[in-house]
């Protein structure tokens, strides 16, 4: 029997699943229609369907999803090798097994058959014994290669099922969550992939530590959530700013944020910083407890390096965090960029 393809397999429902063989006789002769009908009216867990037109008997096929289709060879408007690759050419008979019923034994009209898709070939009226054997042959065959089919489709869907999963919790893994951005870890495995790449291009690599003014007096005055929404509003106006390709934000712990800023000399990591501390700015999110300013805001330390072999992407975060110092030192709600 022909394989399925992928396409044809994700086609087949349990619906069209059988556990019992389903005939379908193609002829446009009644009497010979009857005479089948007979020699299966006694299996009773054989279901028989007949089309006398063969114009319609791809439709038929598509509309019961037969386990066997018995098709006449010599038949007006439509001759049997016709019908044959047309049920080849239909997704939902592709594979079914079709046995010719002829009154002609020419070797060649059989091998003509075999040839286009022909499952098997008997000479009219056949045998019962001979006929119901080969249904049952023929059916079971067809009927464990759809299980297999249907396993392999159930099997497929679950490891789609598995890698969405998997992607989905590594996202997660790298998202710090409650703020919605990049995390600590994500943030460390960054700055390595950023430093080598610098250290191949030989371009400089900038950092910005971020720090919010006085967080803990504003967690203490407005209540843990009252300090969580803040969190949230400032990263994700710093997310807003850092817009360029590349430039890549994480929660680096607490009330600290820190920015990537690849192949950006300190004059560009300056003009970067100064916008990040404008917009939160304007944000004009109240901090009545905060001896800058009536409202929240940022201090940042900014440090650049052209990545070499006798540095580490550890000195670049220690020089950001000593310009962060520094930005507190005199008088916050400001940017210092590191010597």
């Known amino acids: 029997m022909k394989n399925k393809t992928k396409k044809e397999v994700a086609g087949t429902g349990s619906s069209d699943i059988r556990d019992k063989p389903v005939v379908l006789l ?50 007006p408007d439509v001759d049997g090798y016709t019908l044959l690759m047309a049920y080849r050419g239909n997704p939902a008979t592709s594979g079914t097994p079709v046995i010719i019923l002829s009154s002609r034994e020419d070797p060649k009209d059989k091998s003509h058959a075999f040839e286009i898709g022909a499952s098997d070939y008997l000479v009219k009226l056949p045998d ?28 497929q869907k679950l490891q789609e099922q598995l890698t969405e999963s998997n992607e989905i919790l590594q996202r997660l893994s790298t998202l710090d969550g409650l703020t919605g951005i990049a995390n600590r870890r994500h943030f460390d495995a960054t ?16 950092l910005i530590m971020v720090d919010i003014d006085f967080f803990k007096k504003f967690n203490d005055g407005y209540g843990h959530q009252g300090g969580d929404d803040c969190l949230k509003e400032v990263a994700q106006t710093l997310d807003e700013t ?34 990040l501390r404008a917009n939160v700015e304007a944000k004009h999110i109240a901090h009545a407890y905060s001896s800058v300013a009536d409202h929240v805001s940022i201090s940042l330390g900014i440090a650049t390096m052209k990545p070499d072999n006798s540095g580490k992407p550890e000195n670049l975060i220690a020089k950001a965090d000593e310009a962060l110092y520094k930005a507190k030192e005199a008088g916050r709600n400001r940017f210092c960029v590191a010597e």
Request: aromatic share 6%.
């Open 26 to 75: 193609v002829d446009d002769q009644a009497m010979v229609a009857e005479a089948i009908r007979r020699m299966l009216v006694d299996e009773a867990d054989i279901e028989f369907h007949y089309c006398k037109e063969p114009g319609q008997a791809v439709e038929k096929a598509n509309e019961i999803h037969p386990t066997i289709i018995l098709q006449d060879l010599v038949m």
């Open 128 to 155: 019962k014994i001979e006929l119901v054997a080969r249904i049952r042959a023929h059916s079971k065959t067809y009927m464990l290669q759809m299980q297999r089919d249907a396993a392999y489709l159930e099997m």
């Open 191 to 206: 700055l390595q992939s950023e430093w080598k790449m610098g250290l191949r291009q030989k371009t400089p690599l900038s």
């Open 242 to 275: 850092i817009s360029r390709p590349g430039d890549f934000i994480a929660r680096y712990g607490g009330e600290e944020f820190v920015i990537i800023l690849p192949r950006t000399d300190a004059k560009g990591a300056a003009v970067i910083a100064e916008q």
